[in-house]
């Protein structure tokens, strides 16, 4: 009994334990993967200060064309202010010249 527990005991620790590394190889692995981590921060960085600027560059574009749309919105009060305002003259003088017409013709008009 007491060798089949051995037995099993040295299949099972031959199967279970893993590699070992020495002390500087293991150093070597976790060094290795923080310059690769460092490498990878650095390059997301450089990403994000591009997209960064791009997406500063897009605002400021936005920006531009909100004042143009505001400056045009403005101008085309003013011009319809101005339209009404020319529309209620013009159409006040083509009373006035009618009224006007009438009296002249009913002068001369003879019957």
Same mark, same amino acid.
């Given at each position: 009994?007491?060798?089949?527990?051995?037995?099993?005991?040295?299949?099972?620790?031959?199967?279970?334990?893993?590699?070992?590394?020495?002390?500087?190889?293991?150093?070597?692995?976790?060094?290795?993967?923080?310059?690769?981590?460092?490498?990878?921060?650095?390059?997301? =960085?450089?990403?994000?200060?591009?997209?960064? =600027?791009?997406?500063?560059?897009?605002?400021?574009?936005?920006?531009?064309?909100?004042?143009?749309?505001?400056?045009?919105?403005? =101008?085309?009060?003013?011009?319809?202010?101005?339209?009404?305002?020319?529309?209620?003259?013009?159409?006040?003088?083509?009373?006035?010249?009618?009224?006007?017409?009438?009296?002249?013709? =009913?002068?001369?008009?003879?019957?």
């Amino acid at each position: 009994m007491v060798l089949t527990i051995l037995a099993v005991a040295a299949v099972v620790g031959v199967v279970v334990c893993e590699p070992t590394c020495s002390r500087f190889e293991y150093e070597k692995q976790t060094l290795e993967k923080v310059i690769r981590m460092e490498f990878d921060f650095e390059r997301q =960085s450089e990403e994000y200060k591009e997209l960064k =600027s791009r997406i500063l560059d897009i605002l400021e574009q936005v920006k531009d064309e909100r004042k143009d749309l505001e400056h045009e919105k403005q =101008s085309m009060q003013v011009g319809r202010s101005f339209l009404f305002q020319n529309s209620t003259l013009a159409t006040e003088f083509y009373f006035k010249s009618l009224c006007d017409l009438r009296s002249i013709y =009913s002068v001369f008009k003879t019957d």
